[in-house]
């Protein structure tokens, strides 16, 4: 079936150092691949999406491509800020399933200054 | 701002009495979910709505159920809440464009069943 796999928080960083997150998910056909955020008491907001092999998606300056040789979708952002301590979750959405998405268990990402 | 409220925020109630929570949007959009978020599971689904009247079961519906009978309104129902029913429950709308498919989420309900 239809899966995705995050690496375990929490990841624990100082201000302005590299981030990476790592995706890997397991899926039929050509999936849409998505990375959300929440912030504390918050909800889920989209940070980045790739709807096919090879797509970067990027805002915010956090950047993941698409690699399907690998089935991945890692999250990385070269120079964190405190501000970006949230839970990331990478999710992939399957062709012609009503939009459903397949969630990975989360992230928490802590920067200290 | 993808105009999803969801009611009430916060909520505890006892176990064995019925519960709904509500999500209501604004802009029309065709498809709605029901997620619960629980520590190390991420979000998982419970039910969907592709239409007025129209839904279906996600991957955690036991003990769940929908209804749907205006675009705007998706209600979810424990029928007889229990403690695993405890948990953090995002309502979220998408609609099919060109630009992507993604979905939106509403700001959560927070459910405790003693």
Redesign the interface.
Same mark, same amino acid.
């Given at each position: 079936g239809n899966s995705?796999t995050q690496m375990e928080g929490p990841v624990t960083l100082s201000e302005e150092a590299f981030l990476t997150i790592n995706c890997t998910y397991t899926a039929t056909g050509y999936p =849409?691949l998505?990375w959300?955020v929440q912030y504390p008491g918050? *909800?889920? &907001?989209?940070l980045l999406?790739a709807?096919k092999a090879d797509d970067k998606g990027s805002n915010k300056g956090f950047e993941a491509t698409y690699r399907k040789e690998t089935t991945s979708f890692h999250l990385e952002k070269g120079s964190v800020q405190v501000s970006d301590s949230a839970v990331y979750?990478c999710a992939l959405?399957t062709s012609g399933g009503?939009?459903?998405?397949i969630?990975?268990? $989360?992230t928490r990402l802590a920067v200290h200054p | 701002d993808a105009g999803i409220t969801q009611s009430p925020r916060h909520k505890v109630t006892e176990t064995g009495t019925p519960v709904t929570l509500r999500c209501h949007q604004t802009e029309n959009h065709r498809?709605m979910?029901w997620y619960r978020q629980d520590p *190390?599971?991420?979000?998982?689904?419970i039910h969907?709505s592709?239409g007025v009247k129209d839904t279906?079961k996600?991957e955690v519906s036991d003990g769940y159920s929908v209804s749907r009978s205006k675009t705007e309104d998706f209600l979810l129902t424990l029928e007889s809440a229990t403690s695993s029913q405890t948990s953090v429950y995002?309502c979220?709308i =998408?609609e099919?464009s060109s630009g $992507?498919?993604? &979905?939106?989420? $509403?700001? $959560?309900t927070r459910l405790t069943v003693l």
């Open positions: 995705v =849409s998505f959300y918050e *909800g889920l &907001q989209l999406k709807t979750f959405m009503y939009n459903k998405l969630f990975g268990a $989360g | 498809y979910y *190390g599971h991420g979000l998982r689904l969907y592709y279906d996600g995002f979220a =998408s099919v $992507g498919n993604e &979905q939106f989420f $509403g700001p $959560g």
